[in-house]
């Protein structure tokens, strides 16, 4: 089961603070059988991930493939 969330309003709505708010309630949740992390924040550009610190939609579906 995944939850998949998109997060888009206007500038100064609370976007990160939702999004830093969220990330705490699940940072502690890991995968029962291998403990990886299971919380990834991503965005479009590589500019957008480095501002909510994230990765890229490229980077997180790259790595997936790889796994």
Known sequence: MSLRMF???VGGT???F???AI???VDDIRHPK???IICAIVAPTGIAAFNVG???IHTIISAANRA
Do not use: F, Q, Y
């Open 7 to 9: 997060i888009r309003a």
């Open 14 to 16: 609370g976007k990160s």
């Open 18 to 20: 939702l999004r830093e």
């Open 54 to 56: 994230g990765l890229t």
């Open 23 to 25: 990330k705490c309630l």
């Open 34 to 36: 291998s403990g990886e």
